[in-house]
């Protein structure tokens, strides 16, 4: 199986790589378009701002092939919020791949919501064998709402989408590759998606 792990200027590549090895799988890290379409599995990680991280998908001409992709797709953290519509991080126009508006957190609570939470979810096969309430490792500023892709939710300063789902595009807000075995249960189980 060829799991390709998307290079895009948007750091923590190489913590997915790792953690997808821990659990028995390599992966490839790769910008290239055409191994990018022949992966089995696609993961499209993400740490950083999203007006940058877009400007260089769109030079190397990502964003013109990710919303036609078929095979299993999981965008983490940053990669979540660009596979929306649009973010107000620099007012930014995203995938739009979830027809979802990506905000910026506001209230009394410390942002970046930075640290563990739990996650609540209904049946779902990205989460077999991970019990309800389990936490998992948060780092962000901005996120997506509760809304009709929605997968599973946290509450930070209200509840908002923990994870997104949408034909064969699953999408974390949580860092999987951080979460302990919790994180790691959740790739295998994208991994054995078929």
Same mark, same amino acid.
């Given at each position: 199986m060829k799991i390709v792990i998307i290079k895009y200027n948007a750091g923590n590549v190489y913590s997915v790589a790792a953690a997808l090895e821990r659990i028995g799988y390599s992966s490839v890290i790769s910008s290239d378009l055409e191994? !990018?379409? @022949?992966?089995? %599995?696609?993961? $499209?990680? *993400? =740490?950083?701002?999203?007006?940058?991280?877009?400007?260089?998908?769109? &030079?190397?001409?990502?964003?013109? !092939?990710? @919303?036609?992709? %078929?095979?299993? $797709?999981? *965008? =983490?953290?940053?990669?979540l919020q660009l596979l929306c519509d649009y973010? &107000?991080?620099?007012?930014?126009?995203?995938?739009?791949?979830?027809n979802e508006r990506v905000k910026l957190f506001s209230g009394n609570e410390k942002v970046p919501h930075m640290g563990w939470n739990s996650i609540?979810?209904?049946?779902?096969?990205?989460?077999?064998?991970?019990?309800?309430?389990?936490?998992?490792?948060?780092?962000?500023?901005?996120y997506a709402g509760l809304n009709k892709y929605t997968i599973s939710?946290?509450?930070y300063i209200q509840p908002?989408?923990?994870?997104?789902?949408?034909?064969?595009?699953?999408?974390l807000q949580?860092?999987?590759?951080?979460?302990?075995?919790?994180?790691e249960q959740i790739l295998k189980n994208f991994i054995e998606l078929i």
């Open positions: 191994e !990018i379409k @022949s992966a089995d %599995k696609i993961i $499209f990680p *993400g =740490v950083g701002e999203a007006s940058s991280a877009m400007k260089f998908i769109g &030079e190397i001409g990502l964003d013109k !092939i990710i @919303s036609k992709l %078929k095979q299993p $797709f999981l *965008g =983490v953290c940053l990669g973010s &107000e991080e620099r007012d930014t126009k995203c995938l739009g791949v979830f609540s979810f209904n049946e779902q096969k990205l989460f077999t064998d991970v019990k309800n309430g389990s936490f998992v490792y948060y780092v962000h500023s901005y939710e946290t509450n908002f989408s923990a994870a997104l789902h949408k034909d064969n595009f699953y999408a949580f860092h999987p590759e951080k979460s302990g075995l919790v994180g």
